[in-house]
């Protein structure tokens, strides 16, 4: 699981490290583990308040949501624009992967839900109905 | 064809003169972003306000059409009666809802959803739930095949029976059957979860890149590159708060269920050929 790794793995490397992956010059698979399930006694308050708002018990489609890591940089995966979001570099990470996750979570529902987001912009210009 | 002549609204905005120059985008968001829980492009609708649609004699088009008028008005949750199994009824709701259907639904029902919370009170047919992408979605029988193929988020539950290919190229999200779930179930899954209480059909997770698979009664057998995995103390506790919420037990604990993982051997980094390194295997 993530937590017996280097939490940093993928923020002061580039993911080239098996010999597969130096002999095809790429990192393969996720720069997080897709199957580690969330650790609800981290949730923050913030999630709790979109549980609630949403009518759901748990975090639902954010538990596949994780602080992923592209460019050795700390992102987040929009699937809404199918692209890495950067996180900002004055947050300070936490030291393990389950709060990062939560973070991410947080930060990703914040970016969704703006007026910035591109969805906004292509809704006015495509939606049909 | 008329449309295709018309300068479309995208070129007005400027939105084709835009340089794209990676797919990491460099803004994130701002501290100071307004809290906001629901989509901007959505409606503004309240659990609280109630109405019932009966749709015996309307097609599926009409009916689609109107539970989108009934959330601009407002309407949070929308009961709606004698569904008569009719094909792809509640699509395309990308808005918090409460949504039941007194009855059961053909084909295609619930696709393309993100964020309502449905319930079928019958049974469903193929393909219930293709693509989800938030929400609940609980059917309290059972279900045709390809149950939840490429689900992308959100929880989908059948307490009853589904056919083959359950979660068929699931990228995400949970699918939990409470009874026994056909062939082929998980094959080709990326990431997300399946959850089956009862027994799984032949060649469970075949050619699965990712993701993970519980099974609490018997495996028929596993598909190619699909391995038994090890259960962490996480897996249970996520489990049990897991069925807990829709209600589901499985009969011989938590703590037995079979996991099953991709073994990665498929991935498409090697020169060999999918089909070629699946005779290897």
């Given at each position: 699981?993530?937590q017996?790794?280097?939490?940093?793995?993928?923020?002061?490397?580039?993911?080239?490290?098996?010999?597969?992956?130096?002999?095809?010059?790429?990192?393969?698979?996720?720069?997080?583990?897709?199957?580690?399930?969330?650790?609800?006694?981290?949730?923050?308050?913030?999630?709790?308040?979109?549980?609630?708002?949403?009518?759901?018990?748990?975090?639902?489609?954010l538990?596949?949501?994780?602080?992923?890591?592209?460019?050795?940089?700390?992102?987040?995966?929009?699937?809404?624009?199918?692209?890495?979001?950067?996180?900002?570099?004055?947050?300070?990470?936490?030291?393990?992967?389950?709060?990062?996750?939560?973070?991410?979570?947080?930060?990703?529902?914040?970016?969704?839900?703006?007026?910035?987001?591109?969805?906004?912009?292509?809704?006015?210009?495509?939606?049909?109905? | 064809?008329?449309?295709?002549?018309?300068?479309h609204?995208?070129?007005?905005?400027?939105?084709?003169?835009?340089?794209?120059?990676?797919?990491?985008?460099?803004?994130?968001?701002s501290?100071?972003?307004?809290?906001?829980?629901?989509?901007?492009?959505?409606?503004?609708?309240?659990?609280?306000?109630r109405?019932?649609?009966?749709?015996?004699?309307?097609?599926?088009?009409?009916?689609?059409?109107?539970?989108?008028?009934?959330?601009?008005?407002?309407?949070?949750t929308?009961?709606?009666?004698?569904?008569?199994?009719?094909?792809?009824?509640?699509?395309?709701?990308?808005?918090?809802?409460?949504?039941?259907?007194?009855?059961?639904?053909?084909?295609?029902?619930?696709?393309?959803?993100?964020?309502?919370n449905?319930?079928?009170s019958?049974?469903?047919?193929?393909s219930?739930?293709?693509?989800?992408?938030?929400?609940?979605?609980?059917?309290?029988?059972?279900?045709?095949?390809?149950?939840?193929?490429?689900?992308?988020?959100?929880?989908?539950?059948c307490?009853?029976?589904?056919?083959?290919?359950?979660?068929?190229?699931?990228?995400?999200?949970?699918?939990i059957?409470?009874?026994?779930?056909?062939?082929?179930?998980?094959?080709?899954?990326?990431?997300?979860?399946?959850?089956?209480?009862?027994d799984?059909?032949?060649?469970?997770?075949?050619?699965?890149?990712?993701?993970?698979?519980?099974?609490?009664?018997?495996?028929a057998?596993?598909?190619?590159?699909?391995?038994?995995?090890?259960?962490?103390?996480?897996?249970?506790?996520?489990?049990?708060?897991?069925?807990?919420?829709?209600?589901?037990?499985?009969?011989?604990?938590?703590?037995?269920?079979?996991?099953?993982?991709?073994?990665?051997?498929?991935?498409?980094?090697?020169?060999?050929?999918?089909?070629?390194?699946?005779?290897?295997?």
């Amino acid at each position: 699981m993530t937590q017996d790794k280097d939490i940093d793995q993928y923020l002061t490397g580039d993911g080239v490290d098996t010999a597969r992956e130096k002999e095809i010059g790429q990192h393969i698979g996720y720069r997080y583990d897709v199957n580690l399930v969330p650790d609800y006694d981290r949730l923050t308050p913030f999630l709790r308040e979109y549980m609630e708002v949403m009518g759901w018990d748990d975090l639902n489609w954010l538990e596949d949501v994780h602080m992923g890591y592209e460019e050795s940089r700390p992102a987040v995966f929009d699937r809404n624009i199918n692209g890495w979001v950067t996180v900002p570099p004055d947050i300070t990470l936490p030291d393990n992967q389950q709060d990062r996750d939560m973070i991410a979570r947080e930060l990703l529902i914040r970016f969704q839900m703006s007026e910035r987001h591109p969805l906004v912009e292509l809704n006015k210009a495509y939606r049909k109905f | 064809m008329e449309e295709l002549g018309r300068e479309h609204e995208s070129h007005r905005m400027g939105m084709h003169t835009e340089q794209l120059t990676g797919r990491t985008q460099q803004v994130f968001f701002s501290p100071s972003e307004e809290r906001n829980f629901t989509y901007r492009t959505g409606f503004d609708v309240d659990f609280n306000k109630r109405t019932e649609l009966d749709v015996a004699d309307m097609e599926a088009t009409a009916i689609n059409l109107e539970l989108r008028r009934l959330m601009s008005e407002g309407y949070g949750t929308i009961v709606v009666k004698n569904p008569g199994a009719k094909h792809s009824l509640g699509v395309s709701i990308l808005n918090r809802l409460q949504l039941y259907f007194e009855g059961s639904l053909g084909y295609f029902g619930c696709g393309l959803i993100d964020g309502p919370n449905v319930r079928v009170s019958g049974r469903v047919g193929w393909s219930f739930a293709e693509n989800m992408m938030a929400g609940t979605v609980i059917v309290e029988k059972n279900a045709g095949s390809t149950f939840g193929a490429a689900i992308r988020g959100g929880d989908l539950v059948c307490k009853g029976d589904v056919g083959s290919r359950t979660g068929i190229d699931m990228k995400g999200g949970t699918i939990i059957v409470g009874g026994r779930t056909g062939v082929l179930s998980g094959f080709m899954m990326q990431r997300g979860r399946l959850v089956v209480l009862g027994d799984a059909g032949d060649n469970l997770g075949d050619s699965m890149y990712d993701g993970t698979i519980y099974v609490g009664g018997k495996i028929a057998s596993l598909g190619v590159d699909a391995v038994t995995g090890e259960m962490t103390e996480l897996d249970v506790q996520w489990l049990k708060r897991k069925l807990a919420i829709y209600g589901l037990e499985t009969p011989n604990g938590v703590e037995n269920m079979t996991k099953v993982v991709a073994g990665k051997q498929l991935w498409n980094y090697d020169n060999l050929e999918p089909t070629e390194k699946k005779l290897v295997l």
